[in-house]
């Protein structure tokens, strides 16, 4: 009798999905977290405070799960918080904060080792609620002409790479897409047309949905002769290009385009630049002042204050906090990266520098997305943002790789 009510108990345990654990498993040490991963963000308009939610690899023999939450990257003065599944969300949080994580698997008196610190800032503003248009927005860096030095004769840009690029292009849905070091792309992605192409920033838009603003186009003799540097830069007209400066051996620039959705005529403004690399003092300098400018000019340049969005590559991230220039600039005039505003995540971990490597450029901290969108909080809302990379099922990079950058996209909603 005793042995038929022991069958039957395991049986029930089964059924509802429990694991009925021998008692030596019961007492092993759980296994170590994998990477924790940010999947979601959200913002209470009612509290003005955020949440984050995480999920993250189960761990063996883990009964359940510490949580350890800090605002700093040491983990000091860290909340603990237990959780059964292996995946929370933390609320309260206070809005436009770096906070940090750990996860550790529990199994009665046994703990695991904790994982890898991974950090995410909360959401600063909760973007506007009304009127809002939405726009998928892609910032790629081809390296359509330097890469071919170290590629092979097959996965040279013309025998391969612009058609995986383009293929990235297409499959994202975008409605702009900012293009750098894109002086070698022989045809517009299938479906868009370009708004304004200088010193291999080329930006488009989806042809079906938007336009150029009507007005003057920029002037065919802007471009330099000579080797010199044109020194002015355009405010006038719905298109234009903007000098950053002479520095690093070369002239600097960045486009712009004013677009206008047909079907409703609003409107907003489209910037592309790619910001000089390097983590020297000087490097880091001109970042600063390139930013400086770009700001400057575009101020000029949008007498009417529409919504304005940046795209590019900007050589810097959160890691390098003492290189990354470009992002107290943004910040002072109330441009924030749309990682850090989006309410839902994927491939965060993946550095958006892939150096043409099949195993992704995992960075666990911050990501270290050096390819950026930036926008207005108080006037553009981010629903998404994705890191774009083609993945097999194994979760190695497609070949042949399109460049040494992995496209990022993301979803907005420009308020008026």
Not at 95 to 111: A, E, I, L, S, T
Not at 168 to 183: I, K, L
Not at 338 to 349: C, E, F, G, I, T
Request: charged share 25%.
């Amino acid at each position: 009798m005793r042995r038929t009510l022991a069958a039957a108990l395991v049986g029930f345990l089964v059924v509802a999905g429990l694991q009925a654990q021998p008692a030596s498993a019961a007492s092993k040490k759980p296994s170590k977290v994998g990477l924790v991963s940010f999947v979601k963000a959200d913002y209470d308009r009612r509290t003005n405070k955020t949440s984050l939610s995480l999920d993250w690899p189960d761990a063996r023999r883990a009964q359940k799960y510490e949580i350890f939450v800090s605002r700093y990257s040491s983990m000091k003065k860290a909340k603990v918080y237990q959780q059964k599944s292996s995946k929370t969300t933390i609320r309260k949080l206070t809005r436009g904060k770096d906070y940090f994580f750990q996860v550790r698997g529990v199994n009665g008196k046994k703990r695991g080792s904790k994982s890898t610190v991974v950090g995410r800032t909360t959401i600063l503003r909760p973007g506007p609620s009304q009127g809002l248009l939405p726009v998928r927005v892609m910032t790629y860096n081809v390296c359509s002409d330097v890469c071919d030095v170290i590629g092979t004769t097959s996965n040279t840009w013309a025998a391969s790479r612009q058609l995986g690029a383009l293929e990235r292009v297409g499959s994202s849905g975008a409605d702009v897409v900012a293009m750098q070091e894109a002086g070698k792309l022989s045809i517009a992605p299938p479906g868009y047309t370009e708004a304004i192409s200088y010193s291999a920033k080329r930006l488009f838009y989806k042809t079906a949905r938007f336009d150029v603003a009507p007005g003057l186009k920029p002037s065919a003799t802007f471009q330099p002769t000579g080797g010199k540097c044109r020194l002015t830069s355009e405010t006038d007209r719905p298109t234009g290009v903007v000098f950053l400066g002479r520095h690093s051996g070369g002239c600097r620039y960045a486009v712009w385009a004013q677009l206008v959705e047909r079907s409703t005529g609003r409107t907003f403004m489209m910037v592309d630049v790619h910001t000089v690399t390097g983590q020297t003092k000087a490097s880091t300098d001109n970042r600063r002042a390139e930013m400086n400018e770009l700001i400057a000019v575009l101020k000029q340049a949008n007498p009417q204050r529409l919504p304005v969005v940046y795209a590019g590559d900007f050589n810097s991230h959160k890691q390098t906090k003492t290189s990354d220039s470009p992002r107290p600039v943004m910040n002072a005039r109330k441009l924030y990266d749309a990682y850090d505003l989006a309410r839902n995540v994927s491939r965060q971990h993946m550095n958006s520098y892939n150096a043409f490597r099949s195993t992704p450029v995992i960075s666990y901290k911050w990501g270290d997305h050096i390819d950026k969108v930036w926008v207005d909080p108080w006037r553009v809302r981010v629903d998404g943002w994705y890191n774009f990379a083609l993945l097999d099922a194994r979760g190695r990079m497609v070949q042949p790789i399109p460049s040494d950058h992995s496209p990022v996209v993301v979803d907005l909603r420009i308020g008026a």
